[in-house]
């Protein structure tokens, strides 16, 4: 089966990204064929619409030779879902069947924020799709509250597992790895730091891990005299996030929004214990007490308490270290998702 895969370039840093990256590696395992073509790259206004034009034209030559059976097109909000919608309604004109997948933590905002005109859109567009992907059973309803003739399948994002789990639960680093901002929760996190550092031992450590606010979150740790505890900010990738992965005792991401983050999966992977917040579809993966613990966004004692019980609690944290590289083992690695993929695809083809 052949297969056009879409989104920004793969250099473009995110989970959209993280979660292609996967797929592409793991195809060539299968009987099915994925091209990818990107849409959108880092750059102004001209480099995005010229990046666009010229994927669009190599996409309908691509379809009118009849070399795509399903094109599955990964979209976010705003001009990731026009940019999707193009493509997706060109793309039905020639026959082939499409797969809107739907990655966005932003969506809501994105339908309240536009005209009814706009509304009217985005529901046509979801009702023109083969198959609306989304993350977790949470947003199926979501879909189809804007769309009520979408159809709408579930699938979570998958990362690579190790077959052992491969924790170290005596290192000293906390990472945070994420965009560096509010939505994240970066600054509750660093405020919580504050509160901690008297009674912490010298060897933990915070690793803020990730782009954004970078130059905020550095004068913020600066004014309270917080860089003995900070050993990284700044974005993270190939060896040394490995590196970074391979020390890390808990990893904590306290967000007020997202989809199904990337970074929860990766780290619970590796077993590492996660501290986030019962948001979106989080709660679908981490169980507060048994596979990470969970506190509300912007509640500063309870993040300072999570985090005291796990630096302090060895045992619980070999605890959710098992239970954690388990659950992701069982049902978001990659051959689960890529079966469950291709069984999705298979029913549009057929």
């Known amino acids: 089966m052949n297969v056009l895969m879409c989104c920004s370039a793969l250099s473009y840093k995110g989970g959209m990204v993280s979660v292609v990256k996967g797929y592409l590696d793991y195809a060539g ?63 039905r004109r020639l026959g082939v069947k499409t797969v809107l997948h739907h990655h966005g933590a932003e969506f809501e905002e994105y339908h309240a924020s536009v005209s009814p005109r706009h509304r009217r859109f985005i529901a046509r567009t979801l009702e023109l799709a083969d198959a609306n992907i989304v993350l977790s059973r949470r947003l199926v309803d979501m879909i189809r509250s804007k769309a009520p003739g979408a159809r709408v399948e579930v699938l979570y994002n998958a990362v690579p597992v190790p077959e052992s789990n491969p924790y170290y639960p005596d290192s000293g680093y906390i990472m945070f790895l994420g965009r560096l901002g509010k939505r994240k929760g970066t600054y509750d996190l660093i405020e919580a730091i504050r509160l901690l550092d008297p009674e912490l031992p ?94 509300n966004p912007g509640d500063i004692p309870a993040l300072t308490a999570s985090l005291r019980r796990l630096i302090n609690d060895r045992e619980t944290r070999l605890s959710i270290s098992s239970a954690s590289h388990a659950l992701i083992a069982r049902r978001f690695s990659l051959p689960a998702a890529f079966g469950r993929l291709t069984d999705i695809y298979k029913s549009l083809h057929t």
């Not at 190599?58 to 399903?70: E, K, N, Q, T």
Request: proline share 4%; with cysteine.
């Open 202 to 295: 010298d060897n933990v450590r915070f690793l803020l891990c990730g782009d954004g606010e970078e130059e905020q979150v550095r004068a913020l740790i600066t004014r309270h005299g917080l860089w003995h505890r900070i050993g990284h900010v700044g974005w993270v990738d190939g060896e040394m996030k490995e590196g970074f992965l391979e020390k890390t005792m808990i990893n904590v991401l306290p967000s007020y929004n997202e989809g199904l983050p990337m970074t929860i999966l990766e780290t619970m992977a590796r077993g590492i214990p996660n501290i986030s917040t019962p948001i979106a579809s989080i709660p679908e993966v981490i169980t507060d007490g048994e596979t990470g613990l969970l506190v």
């Open 29 to 91: 395992k299968g009987d099915v064929r994925i091209t990818f073509v990107p849409t959108h790259r880092d750059g102004g206004k001209l480099r995005l619409i010229a990046c666009f034009a010229l994927a669009y034209v190599r996409i309908m030559a691509m379809a009118l030779r009849g070399r795509i059976d399903v094109a599955h097109l990964h979209t976010a909000e705003r001009g990731s879902f026009v940019r999707k919608a193009i493509l997706l309604r060109s793309l």
